[in-house]
């Protein structure tokens, strides 16, 4: 660290505080605290109190480590001041947020978090979470009920509301924010002053990538190793980060321009590009690579036919869906997939596979819809959701049991145990879940086809033979 610690005070606090914000936007605001100390980061655990329980023994700082094949550079971040956990600390939290220090509210609570349809974008106001939130609005426990009742005391004390900044992998990610929590303030109650006052707040968009690995104990002996420290919880990450941002904080924010962040007027040919290139290709990947007994990134992009497979996807059916010059486009898929062969990066393809019914609407089924508008070819889309479907049987190749790890994976197994095998069956029947693939797509006869023929497929023949089939076609 370049700066006087004890010199900063909070001006952020950032809800999900996981090792993806920690690898990001945490390092971003830690290389600006030494000309711009009032904008230190309060985090808040919305679900388990583990990385308070982690950090809070090392007074909450962290090594970010950088990890490529020529080995790993460590750096101690500091911008991180306090974590509350919201189960135990919900008033503080709430006040805290409260606090008119406080100008920026920033997420990273994963797509489910967000309490939404992802295939409409909307509030679910049928949501467990958003249930227990209309009913007890000063206990909220939902990312969008924590929001709005922190936004309320801040309209019943008369002060300016703090922008809320969405950084999650979600298309236009501020507006889907500001839809879904001035949504949940209309149904909370409190009048049209709150409903007003939710109305001028300002949800600016983002765009963020960099890869973070879920950390492991190896991770933790190694950066043991090398800073001479036992650190609890450290970040591993690669050396590439982008950052774009809409500049819209009417309540102030960081000079984040200076530490290399873009500020733009439009962030969705950004989002697009990396909703559709990276985080669609990732998905795919990680339900064909693990089907096929890969467990980490590297080693299933080093598979000539996924490799192949990957980048046709992105060259053939993806890029021409985005609004982005066909050189910039290229040059981001060479990079893509020189990341995703990163040796040291150790991302688990099973950790890329959790939470599929949250992800599969953004990152191939919007890509889907627009290929089929108009009349082109959808076969490697289709076989990433194929090979989610066969992935969310739970079941693998060899009869052993996968982890299925999503909100709706008790659904999924009682869809899949009903369908028994039958790939026609299933691929039907989990296109009848409109939560994920609304009502348009089972009704489309070549999504139907496709989705079918490359699911019997990965049934009969598995994933690598399937795999290699597909990658061949032109």
């Not at 808040?44 to 023994?57: I, M, Q, V, W, Y």
Request: aromatic share 6%; proline share 6%; glycine share 8%.
């Amino acid at each position: 660290m370049n700066y006087d610690r004890s010199t900063v005070t909070p001006g952020i606090v950032h809800l999900g505080i996981g090792a993806f914000h920690r690898a990001h936007m945490a390092a971003y605001v830690d290389s600006l605290l030494k000309d711009n100390p009032s904008w230190g980061i309060i985090g808040a655990s919305l679900r388990r109190p583990d990385t308070r329980e982690a950090l809070a023994p090392q007074d909450f700082l962290y090594t970010l480590a950088i990890r490529d094949a020529s080995g790993t550079q460590p750096r101690i971040i500091g911008s991180i001041l306090d974590v509350l956990d919201a189960n135990t600390q919900r008033a503080q939290l709430i006040e805290t947020m409260a606090n008119p220090a406080i100008r920026i509210v920033s997420l990273t609570v994963t797509e489910k978090g967000y309490c939404h349809d992802p295939s409409t974008g909307e509030l679910d106001e049928t949501h467990p979470d958003i249930v227990h939130d209309l009913a007890h609005p000063d206990a909220p426990i939902s990312a969008p009920g924590i929001i709005a009742a922190a936004l309320d005391l801040r309209r019943r004390r008369g002060l300016i509301p703090f922008t809320v900044m969405s950084c999650d992998n979600l298309p236009s990610n501020g507006k889907t924010a500001g839809r879904i929590v001035r949504r949940f303030a209309e149904l909370r109650g409190g009048g049209t002053n709150l409903t007003n006052y939710v109305q001028s707040v300002s949800f600016p968009s983002t765009m963020i990538d960099r890869i973070v690995p879920a950390t492991t104990e190896a991770d933790r002996k190694i950066i043991n190793e090398i800073i001479g420290l036992d650190d609890a919880w450290p970040i591993m990450t690669e050396p590439f980060t982008q950052w774009v941002i809409e500049d819209a904080f009417p309540a102030g924010r960081p000079p984040f321009e200076t530490v290399g962040a873009q500020l733009v007027d439009d962030v969705e040919p950004y989002e697009l590009m990396k909703l559709r290139m990276l985080n669609g290709s990732h998905s795919t990947m990680a339900y064909l690579g693990y089907l096929a007994g890969y467990q980490y990134v590297s080693e299933a992009i080093a598979d000539p036919e996924i490799h192949q497979l990957i980048q046709g996807l992105m060259t053939k059916e993806v890029m021409p869906t985005l609004p982005m010059p066909r050189a910039t486009l290229e040059a981001y898929r060479d990079q893509l997939l020189a990341r995703f062969a990163n040796p040291a990066l150790k991302h688990r393809t099973w950790q890329i596979a959790m939470d599929g019914t949250q992800k599969l609407p953004q990152r191939l089924l919007g890509t889907i819809r627009d290929r089929l508008e108009k009349g082109q070819g959808i076969q490697r889309l289709a076989l990433g959701v194929a090979a989610w479907m066969r992935y969310v049987t739970g079941i693998d190749e060899a009869g052993q049991p996968i982890d299925v790890k999503d909100p709706m994976a008790a659904r999924l197994r009682q869809i899949a145990d009903g369908a028994g095998g039958d790939a026609s069956r299933l691929a039907g029947d989990l296109a009848e879940v409109t939560e994920i693939f609304g009502t348009d797509l089972k009704m489309n006869a070549t999504f139907a086809k496709e989705v079918t023929t490359h699911l019997a497929s990965l049934f009969a023949r598995g994933a690598a033979v399937t795999m290699a089939a597909v990658a061949e076609r032109r």
